[in-house]
Structures are given as C-alpha cells and as structure tokens.
C-alpha cells in the first residue's frame, strides 16, 4: 500500500509541475502586431509582411502531415473568394519542402499563398504551439484574433472577424 501511495505522491507533484512548466510558457513575448519580416513563398515569390498593412492579413500555421491543417483548406480557399483584395491569407510550412506545397497546393487549388521549410522557423517567432493556429491582423497591422485547432464554429467566428476587420 505504502508504493500506491508514493506513486500518488509522485503524480501529483508531475502534475503539478506541468502546470508551472505551462505557465512559463504563458510568458512568452507575445505578437500583437504584424512583425518585420520577409519570407519566401511556394509560388517562387517573397512577401514583407510590413507592406500587407492597408490589408487584413490572415495567417494559417500549417502543414501536410496535420490532418485538421488538411480540413481548413477548403475553408481558407472560400474565404479568400469571398474577401478577394481585402485578404490576404498566408499559410505558414515550416515543415514541408517547397515542392510538396507548390504540389499540394495544386492539387487543392488554392487561391492563396504559404510558405514551405527554410531555416527560419516561422511558427516559433509567432510562439505558435498547436496546429492549425490562425492569427488574424486588420488593416493597421494589429492582432485581433487567433484561433487553435479546427471547428466549424471557429470558422463562422473567423468569418465574423474577417468581415468586421474589413470594413
């Protein structure tokens, strides 16, 4: 009975422990605006993200192995139609090497651009730790929203906030 006990003992402090590991992480810098940065696109082309302001900027963390990742591609592809100049979407790869984006992106026919594996690493300058994370800025540049993972409900609420930082 004594062992039961010490395990207990030992849970308890790992949980315990995980959640001050957790909330470390919570201290993180945090982007409140679009950061001066430049990055190489799929389709060959580079974009600074300073210059998109005047537009409402989505981008979408991503890649081919993340099967939710996978799912909001339709949905990314319909509000890029539905908010044509005024969005710019940029999926974020920095897992996946150029010619697996350029393909896949084919293949799904996308209308917007991502990014594929360099050595910068992207989704730790946004502190992005689940996937798909979106982070949505308005015209001025600043973040509005950020949503993790994928629900039906979240894209509505993007909607939303896409059509609100638009007007």
Same mark, same amino acid.
């Given at each position: 009975? $004594?062992?039961?006990?010490?395990?207990?003992?030992?849970?308890?402090?790992?949980?315990?422990?995980?959640?001050?590991?957790?909330?470390?992480?919570?201290?993180?810098? $945090?982007?409140?605006?679009?950061?001066?940065?430049?990055? $190489?696109?799929?389709?060959?082309?580079?974009?600074?993200?300073?210059?998109? $302001?005047?537009?409402?900027?989505?981008?979408?963390?991503?890649?081919?192995?993340?099967?939710?990742?996978?799912?909001? *591609?339709?949905?990314?592809?319909?509000?890029?139609?539905?908010?044509?100049?005024?969005? *710019?979407?940029?999926?974020?790869?920095?897992?996946?090497?150029?010619?697996?984006?350029?393909?896949?992106?084919?293949?799904?026919?996308?209308?917007?651009?991502?990014?594929?594996?360099?050595?910068?690493?992207?989704?730790?300058?946004?502190?992005?730790?689940?996937?798909?994370?979106?982070?949505?800025?308005?015209?001025?540049?600043?973040?509005?929203?950020?949503?993790?993972?994928?629900?039906?409900?979240?894209?509505?609420?993007?909607?939303?906030?896409?059509?609100?930082? *638009?007007?």
């Amino acid at each position: 009975m $004594k062992s039961k006990g010490a395990l207990i003992s030992i849970l308890f402090v790992l949980f315990a422990l995980s959640f001050t590991f957790k909330g470390n992480a919570q201290t993180k810098t $945090k982007i409140k605006s679009l950061p001066d940065l430049e990055f $190489k696109l799929h389709n060959g082309q580079t974009v600074k993200l300073t210059e998109l $302001k005047g537009k409402v900027v989505l981008l979408d963390f991503w890649y081919r192995g993340c099967y939710p990742c996978l799912k909001a *591609v339709p949905h990314l592809i319909e509000l890029q139609k539905e908010f044509k100049d005024d969005l *710019v979407i940029i999926g974020i790869n920095d897992y996946d090497i150029q010619e697996d984006v350029v393909d896949y992106f084919n293949y799904k026919k996308a209308n917007y651009i991502s990014t594929f594996k360099t050595k910068s690493v992207l989704y730790k300058t946004f502190n992005v730790e689940v996937f798909p994370t979106t982070m949505l800025f308005d015209k001025e540049g600043k973040l509005v929203k950020t949503d993790m993972g994928l629900s039906e409900a979240g894209m509505r609420s993007l909607r939303r906030a896409i059509k609100k930082a *638009v007007q």
